[in-house]
């Protein structure tokens, strides 16, 4: 595979029918190399996922539902009666589960295949390992659709109300976050093959640099104009004029639309505040959390101090200095003008709206 | 030499005699591995400059002047009579004061020990090599310390006027950076002499990383707690409530309080501002450029490309993104609470009280 087809970058794919493989573009070694990972057992998929080789909550989702598919073919490969490939299927799918405690999409994907195969193979049914493949690679198959229609769906609301002028963008929510073309990014790309014209401009996205690394690697497989920059020269690009929007992902947005997304996000919202440049959330309706009233409420994650200090193992301050490493901030929705979800645009970002949009789908 | 004298660190020393050498921490090292380089030859003094082994306009300025003794040194050890070593130590003032076109404090330096140097050889003079080197060295030692008395009166009247609680600070405006304690840097050590106590909390300043590898070296070294953090997090940790000021260093400032300074210093004045955080300037006299009546005239330096997309040679964004790596930003005048010179301290930031300030030195 080429990690991109008719210019499309593809995170995560299928190959084979139920008995057949699960392949990963392995998002470590990008930019500076493409390679993609054949999963034919689940240590693979595991060792894929913790070490963040796929990432992006909804990728790790489908990868995480595609790694039942793979158990299942190893119970094939072993020769395992009904019961114990079921057995088997179960065990290997809440490993799956827990490669990454804190990816929701992880678990919910997983279980969902697990319940095909539950349903599948109760009592005494007599499903063989190939009827689990063929019945857990369907459910499979159907969240990544699903995901892609998501995503389809987000890039068409955002690309009509998408203002004229370049656009600036931190970390990645494209297709390498996704099954389809990402979230804010699939506003972008979707703009962009609606025939509009513009640069995007893509923070680097410290300490991780999923901008620099993932998100312009996407915009140049696609052939779109794209332009890396430190995070911190975000305001002066903003000074000069250019910037028409900023649109951006979010991990968690409460009831009143206040929204966790990556660290840098809040800083850049008060920027483009400041400089009158609108500036959009994009993700699907089940990034919200209801049960939240205000961004207040949102634990922060603060991640390995390693990450800031020795990038790639290189010492960039010294022993004897901490390091503040939280993995996001929250932005208020005063600061929003839209939140772009697969149904429709919540606009302006008040509770009420909120609930309009979302209740309505 | 161990790069700090009683936990304060040193740039640039010179070592014996008229006919000694200058000794260069190698900031390049740091802070991995600290380090000094000898240099007996003009050659070495060019190349540490050019290298960024030695960096901070008044530190590269002083080195620049030291320079001019080494090259009196050589003629020394050349066996050259005293026409010869004269023409010799001009000439490698010349080539000292090019080795970075761009920094006004090196030329400005070379030249004045130049003058010593002229007036003591002029017309039949019979000045010899070792002449020559006694009477720069003590024109290169009279530039040190004026920089250090500079150093400690902005360090004096930045602490009067320091509000409590954490600083956070940008970029590296230390003794690294200079031939004392710094400036924006000096308000902090001179607040913590004082027997004030906080936290200080340092940009890591992409894209050459002068806060996680200087700024945290040298508080290190002095016992001052420090915390290194991602620029983009700024928003987040100003968000806290920790923060009680932002002080911060200049490349140039106009005659209305307009100030360029390292990228990512713009983003931080709005955050403050945003925060109700005051936020400091402290730089000496020398750095206002009084004919430019406002940032808007002032031209901003894009760097190399490869500084943003291959920190160290590590690629982090792929061939076809392009890269906007502008070296400044400007902040307005009117985002800044104070600006700290040896002079006193200019509040509010008015053209008149700038003149007023400045004028009264």
Known sequence: ????????????????????????????????????????????????????????????????????????????????????????????????????????????????????????SA?????????????????????????????????????????????????????????????????????????RRFGVWADETRPLFQGARLTAWELVQRGIPVTVLVDSAAGHLLATGRIGACVVGADRITANGDTANKIGTYGLAVLAAAHGVPFYVAAPSSTFDLAITDGGQIPIEHRDPAEVKSPWGHVVAPQGAGAFNPAFDVTPARLIRGIITERGVISPVTEARVAMVLGGG
Not at 75 to 99: D, F, Q, Y
Not at 163 to 192: F, K, R, S
């Open 1 to 120: 595979m080429s990690g991109s087809a008719g210019g499309v970058p593809v995170a995560v794919a299928w190959s084979g029918g139920a008995d057949g493989q699960l392949e990963l573009l392995d998002q470590t070694r990008l930019p500076g190399s493409v390679e993609w990972i054949a999963c034919r057992d689940v240590a693979s998929v595991i060792e894929a996922i913790r070490s963040l080789r796929v990432r992006g909550a909804p990728a790790i989702g489908i990868a995480g539902a595609y790694g039942v598919v793979v158990a299942a073919g190893e119970a094939i490969r072993m020769g395992l009666g009904p019961a114990e490939a079921r057995k088997h299927v179960l065990a290997a799918a809440e490993l799956l589960a827990e490669a990454r405690p804190t990816a929701v999409n992880l678990r919910w994907a997983v279980e969902r295949v697990c319940r095909v195969v539950g349903a599948e």
């Open 123 to 195: 009592g005494d049914s007599g499903a063989t390992a190939a009827d689990l493949a063929r019945s857990s690679l369907a459910a499979a198959v159907a969240i990544h659709e699903e995901d892609r229609r998501l995503c389809t769906a987000i890039g068409r609301h955002g690309a009509d109300i998408l203002p004229d002028g370049d656009i600036l963008t931190h970390c990645n929510t494209g297709a390498l976050a996704t099954g389809g073309d990402g979230t804010a990014l699939a506003v972008i790309t979707t703009a962009w093959a609606d025939g």
